[in-house]
């Protein structure tokens, strides 16, 4: 529980950016302005918390930021922040600066540095923004629906052009732990294989023989999504030619899938975390992580929540399995 009264908030981005993460800071920056709080915005991450990087997020400062990807407080990873050193560096910056509470938006990463700043007296919220939404304590994270949105506009115009010459198109999407996104995209692009990290791949049966079925079926062409983690889809490429005999053509999305306006799901859930992360601190509750679950907002604490891990949806997997299986 906090002992003083809240004249002053930080909030920061760090770790891997998403769409959406705009949204959240204003949110945050317009709900301290409401209650009569200074909102002072920290640029790249801990760093800018080390370095006194800041500047003051008054609610003019965030017009018009709602429909912007990225972060207009930049987002970096700060390997200084996880030494004793550099930690209490941030410590005595949130002392000099005057921050009552921290509202850091990212992953796992920095609900950690959150973790270490709450530890050494300073209240904290976590918001979860990652295209992955693999946190645990939360049903969703900021930026999931615009990535999945983005990827899906770009394999539809693949698809154009796999039809057209009769071709097989092996797409990579992001996920190195976690195939939330390219199990929802390949649902959504009516992939005929899908292949994630969190299960082991039998290639004959879960790609050769997909592609078979889908010739017999009538299908000219074929589109297979790989999750990164799962391996290099180039090699995945090189098996199938030599397989198949079918020369398919490579595409990894990369980082397009982190940028873009962010969709209404990512707004409004974005805006909603953010409100609700400054009026958690003014309850008094700190070292939190904000949550939605099941459409409502909640908060699950930081330390429990990064012993959590967000499964594959087992119903949301054997939905793709359904529908790449004829
Ligand atoms: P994400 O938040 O997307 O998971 P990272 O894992 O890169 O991203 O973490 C972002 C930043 O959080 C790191 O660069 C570091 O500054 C901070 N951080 C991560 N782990 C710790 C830790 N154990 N202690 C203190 N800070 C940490």
Not at 104 to 113: E, L, P, S
Not at 189 to 199: D, F, R, S
Not at 201 to 215: G, L
Not at 219 to 225: E, K, T
């Amino acid at each position: 529980m906090l002992d003083k009264k809240i004249a002053r908030i930080g909030v920061l981005t760090s770790g891997g950016d998403a769409p959406g993460m705009n949204a959240a800071i204003r949110a945050v920056a317009r709900t301290a302005a409401a209650h009569g709080i200074q909102c002072l915005g920290i640029r790249r991450g801990y760093n800018g918390l080390i370095n006194g990087d800041v500047t003051e997020l008054g609610p003019q400062n965030v017009a018009g930021i709602v429909t912007r990807g990225g972060t207009i407080l930049y987002t970096a990873r700060c390997p200084e922040f996880m030494t004793e050193a550099g930690l209490q560096k941030g410590v005595d910056s949130c002392r000099y600066l005057g921050i009552d509470g921290l509202v850091a938006i990212g992953g796992d990463g920095t609900f950690r540095g959150a973790l270490a700043l709450a530890a050494h007296g300073v209240p904290t919220i976590g918001v979860p923004g990652t295209i992955d939404n693999d946190i645990g304590c939360t049903h969703y994270s900021i930026g999931f629906d615009t990535a999945c949105n983005t990827a899906i506009a770009c394999i539809d115009k693949l698809r154009d052009t796999m039809q057209s010459h009769e071709r097989c198109s092996v797409v990579e999407v992001m996920g190195r732990n976690a195939g939330h996104l390219a199990v929802y995209v390949g649902i959504a692009v009516g992939a005929t294989a899908i292949l994630v990290p969190e299960k082991e791949v039998e290639f004959e049966t879960d790609v050769i023989e997909k592609m078979r079925s889908a010739r017999i079926h009538g299908r000219n062409h074929s589109i297979i999504i790989v999750a990164e983690g799962v391996g290099r889809a180039t090699d995945i490429g090189h098996r199938i030619l030599e397989e198949t005999g079918m020369d398919p053509r490579v595409t990894i999305l990369g980082h397009i899938q982190r940028g873009g306006s962010p969709t209404a799901r990512d707004r409004v859930t974005a805006s909603r975390m953010g409100v609700y992360a400054v009026e958690t601190l003014l309850e008094g509750r700190s070292n939190r992580v904000v949550c939605i679950r099941n459409g409502e907002m909640c908060d699950h604490d930081i330390e429990e929540a990064l012993t959590m891990k967000r499964d594959l949806q087992e119903s949301m997997y054997r939905t793709a399995l359904a529908l790449t299986s004829v």
